[in-house]
Structure formats: C-alpha cells, structure tokens
C-alpha cells in the first residue's frame, strides 16, 4: 500500500496539464495549419490546471494522508516526465528542421499517447478523492477522452496513417 496526501497527487496532476497546455501552446504557436486545433487543446489544459490548484489548495486543510493500492506518484511522476521529454524533443528536432515540416504523425502519436495517459492515471486516482472532487474529474476524464477524439478525428480527416 502507497500512502499520500490527496493534495500531492492534485499538484501532480497540476504539473501533468501544465506541460500539455505548453505542448500544445507549442505547436499552436508554429504550426500554422492546425494551430486553431492545439490552441483549443491547450487552452483545455488550462482548465484542468486550473482545477487541480484549487483541488491542491483545498486539500491542502485535510491533514489525512489516504491509502492507495497503486503508487500514484510514481504513474503521474512518468507522465510528467514522458510529456516534458516528449515536448524537448518536439522542441530540440524544431530546432533543425521548420516545425511544419515535420511529420505530423509525430504530433498527433504524441498528443494522442498522452491524452490516454492521462486518462488511464485520472481514472486510477478518482477513487481516492471527496465525492465532490471525484465528480469533478469525472469531468475532466471525459473532456480528455473528447481531446483523443478529436485528435483521433484530425488525425484521420488528414489521411495520416499510424
């Protein structure tokens, strides 16, 4: 069994959004063609930052740590690290070669493998929140799985095979 506070995971999870606003903030800024598409995700991932700090900030009061059967840190401390390493490459590979002539393949398998990550650690951690705080990322869950979709969508509409 993990033990934590529920502030630690939401600040986490805080970090998570954080890197996939600045990924899609990212690619908004120099992918002209789809730059409306990542806006919109970005500005998503706003949101649910925003969520998350006030989650953080209240719990923040409950001295409790709660029993957990999965080490959640450990799942939100990869997707973390898989996102920011993911945005440095996007980033480092920009830097010789102009962003819209990378293959966009590589964007939508990326932001696609994240928005699932992220699915898979909400859904594991919604169990060990308030009813209220679990309510509100069931809403969150089901936004990113419009974001896959719509990723999924473009992805398709563009004739971009996996």
């Known amino acids: ?14 970090q998570v959004e954080q890197q996939g606003m600045d990924f899609y903030n990212y690619l908004g800024a120099y992918h002209q063609k789809l730059s409306k598409l ?24 409950e001295a409790i740590e709660k029993e957990y059967s999965i080490d959640v840190k450990s799942m939100l401390r990869e997707s973390f ?20 002539s990378i293959d966009m393949r590589q964007f939508f398998s990326i932001a696609i493998d994240a928005e699932e990550q992220s699915i898979d650690v909400y859904q594991h951690i919604q169990e060990s929140f308030t009813d209220d705080w679990a309510r509100i990322l069931s809403s969150i869950i089901k936004e990113e799985h419009k974001h896959r979709n719509i990723l ?6 563009a004739g971009i095979s996996t």
């Open 1 to 14: 069994m993990y033990f934590f506070h529920p502030s630690e995971i939401a600040e986490m999870a805080m």
């Open 38 to 61: 990542f806006l919109y995700l970005a500005k998503q991932e706003e949101n649910h930052c925003f969520l998350f700090q006030q989650m953080a900030e209240q719990m923040k009061a």
């Open 81 to 100: 690290d898989g996102l920011e390493e993911t945005a440095f490459s996007i980033k480092k590979l920009a830097q010789n070669t102009p962003i819209q």
């Open 152 to 157: 999924l969508r473009f992805k398709k509409e």
